[in-house]
């Protein structure tokens, strides 16, 4: 089942913060964060492991709700350069540990 | 460091030829290795992943089908393009299963006319 994103599409001015959130109907035991530019492949950005720990991008936070099986990526302060489309790609138990499932996606646009 | 090819980078052929699309990575060792394909402003769709030589998942039936004849290469291919198959294929390895970040190649755009 794949995850639903929300928004679908946000437009913030520099400076401007932005929430993005990612839910699961599935049991999870990782959440990613990607951002691709258009015409681009995905860039990692982050990754939330069940139990609390985080790898990734120093200027970008997120939360993971392992009860409510959603997590949420915090966009402070925008740039020009965080420009792009948001995917989420969450890890599940069950005999499907070496995949991601990835999210419909949110379009981020920031103007000056 | 490590670094991935994908080629060609774009490729237009038309209904009902085959298809080879090559995947490799450099600079790590045992890789899993992923191809997705992503329709014209849509998410991402995994298609086949690998955690060793010789060993596929198929995660979508279809008219594809993936090879690992090697550790570090990952082939995709179709025996008859259909117009259906038009995407931007992705590969991408990650150093393990999904507690591991995934690093994708710059893509090949498939047109199929």
């Known amino acids: 089942q794949q995850p639903v994103q929300s928004p679908q599409a946000v437009i913030l001015r520099e400076g401007e913060d932005a929430v993005i959130n990612c839910s699961s109907s599935?049991?999870?035991?990782?959440v990613h964060w990607y951002r691709q530019k258009h015409g681009e492949a995905p860039v990692f950005l982050m990754i939330?492991?069940?139990?609390?720990e985080q790898k990734g991008h120093e200027k970008i936070s997120a939360s993971f709700n392992e009860k409510k099986q959603q997590s949420s990526l915090y966009l402070t302060a925008s740039q020009l350069s965080y420009s792009g489309t948001y995917f989420c790609?969450?890890?599940?138990?069950?005999?499907?540990?070496?995949?991601?499932?990835f999210g419909t996606g949110t379009l981020l646009a920031v103007q000056p | 460091s490590q670094t991935i090819h994908q080629w060609p980078a774009t490729l237009v052929q038309p209904v009902g030829s085959p298809l080879s699309l090559e995947c490799t990575v450099e600079?790590?060792?045992?890789?899993?290795l992923y191809w997705y394909r992503q329709a014209a402003g849509r998410g991402l769709q995994l298609l086949f992943y690998?955690?060793?030589?010789?060993?596929i998942s198929s995660e979508v039936p279809q008219n594809l089908s993936a090879s690992r004849p090697q550790d570090r290469q990952f082939i995709l291919s179709s025996k008859k393009l259909l117009l259906s198959d038009s995407g931007f294929y992705l590969c991408?390895?990650?150093?393990?299963?999904?507690?591991?970040?995934?690093?994708f190649g710059p893509g090949t755009r498939l047109t199929v006319t």
């Open positions: 599935k049991a999870l035991y990782s």
């Open positions: 600079g790590t060792s045992n890789p899993n």
């Open positions: 690998s955690v060793g030589i010789g060993q």
């Open positions: 790609g969450t890890g599940h138990y069950g005999g499907a540990t070496n995949k991601l499932i």
């Open positions: 939330l492991l069940k139990g609390g």
């Open positions: 991408a390895w990650s150093v393990g299963g999904a507690t591991y970040e995934q690093y």
